[in-house]
């Protein structure tokens, strides 16, 4: 008995890859971002992909790929873009199209009933419009078709990831319980935390806007002149505190203390903070190099995802960065993978008392 994947706003796939190392076959990716799916075609050479918008897709458009799984257990996950639900964004999510995605997604779980769904998103998600929130629909939606469903916002630390980075995970099925992976790493575990000197320290060196072509996708965003000082002023694991007065720059004056991470070094023996869809842009983040003298690689970025050395991104550099930035980290989706298959369903249709 095996899970048949069908993985909406499916991006590059990190969700997908996770899926697939836990042991599961990925049928279907299903995007509307024309570079993610070049990556996801690319990596999912099995798999078939839609390029289509679901917000305007009928739910029986994949009825033949649902057909050609039944006799295995089916599972769909919707990690739709969680811009709408962070905390820059909280207030406009109400107004942002992207809000309904999960409604959206809603509309195919109740036209087939997978055995399966794992929805990913920011924890902002369950807060926005309280009363009539995108999740606290879809669990009612849930909740009418009997499904049983666990919830809990995880520190994607605590499974190995190289990142400060909370998701609230939604888990559910039709049969039985699912129950959360325990973490394998954190003070609990007696296990410290994966740090991202632990993922990137092998990588051959780059200057600022070059590219190695022995390994694919390590690639550093070109820096500006002044933008090279800056870097060149930061210390390991610092930030534009320790400029002197002439690299500071005006919006940064005056006492302007917000935003403080930008422009700063990831520190080698933490864990780094969580990417965002521009994690190779020195500007937006704490995405300095811990040692070198510019911004984190796509490659880099993509290897603190967790991503394989193997998995290749296609588009820009600016795409590849947003394509990685919104992916699911592949070593949460496999411990999450992991629990799915230990559900007791499975066990029971293999031996045939199902």
Not at 37 to 52: G, H, R
Not at 164 to 181: D, N, S, W
Request: aromatic share 8%; charged share 25%.
């Amino acid at each position: 008995m095996r899970i048949k994947v069908f993985d909406f706003f499916s991006g590059c796939g990190g969700t997908s890859a996770g899926l697939r190392a836990a042991g599961m076959d990925i049928v279907l990716g299903i995007d509307n971002d024309v570079d993610a799916a070049a990556t996801f075609k690319t990596n999912f050479p099995e798999a078939s992909f839609l390029s289509v918008d679901l917000t305007k897709t009928r739910a029986n458009k994949i009825k033949n790929h649902i057909s050609s799984s039944r006799g295995d257990a089916i599972l769909f996950c919707g990690c739709a873009p969680c811009q709408p639900f962070s905390k820059q964004n909280g207030i406009r999510a109400r107004k942002d199209s992207r809000a309904s995605l999960l409604s959206h997604f809603g509309r195919f779980v109740r036209y087939y009933e997978p055995d399966f769904v794992l929805v990913e998103n920011v924890p902002g998600i369950q807060k926005v419009i309280a009363h009539h929130s995108p999740l606290g629909d879809f669990i009612r939606l849930l909740n009418t078709l009997k499904y049983r469903h666990v919830m809990k916002v995880v520190d994607c630390r605590d499974f190995g990831v190289p990142q400060t980075r909370k998701r609230l995970v939604l888990m559910a099925c039709r049969k039985g319980v699912l129950y959360f992976p325990e973490g394998t790493h954190g003070a609990r575990k007696n296990s410290r935390y994966s740090t991202v000197w632990d993922w990137i320290k092998g990588f051959p060196r780059l200057r600022a806007g070059q590219e190695c072509k022995t390994i694919p996708n390590h690639r550093a965003a070109a820096l500006s002149k002044d933008n090279l000082r800056r870097i060149r002023a930061t210390p390991p694991g610092g930030s534009r505190s320790d400029w002197p007065k002439n690299l500071v720059l005006e919006c940064h004056k005056n006492g302007h203390h917000g935003h403080s991470d930008v422009y700063g070094r990831m520190r080698k023996n933490q864990p780094a903070s969580a990417l965002t869809t521009r994690c190779i842009s020195l500007s937006n983040g704490r995405f300095g190099h811990p040692t070198q003298h510019r911004a984190i690689s796509a490659r880099e970025a993509a290897t603190l995802q967790t991503f394989a050395m193997d998995f290749v991104f296609k588009g820009s550099l600016t795409s590849m960065a947003r394509q990685i930035g919104n992916a699911v980290p592949v070593l949460l989706a496999k411990r999450l993978g992991e629990s799915f298959l230990k559900h007791p369903s499975l066990a029971e249709k293999q031996n045939g008392h199902v």
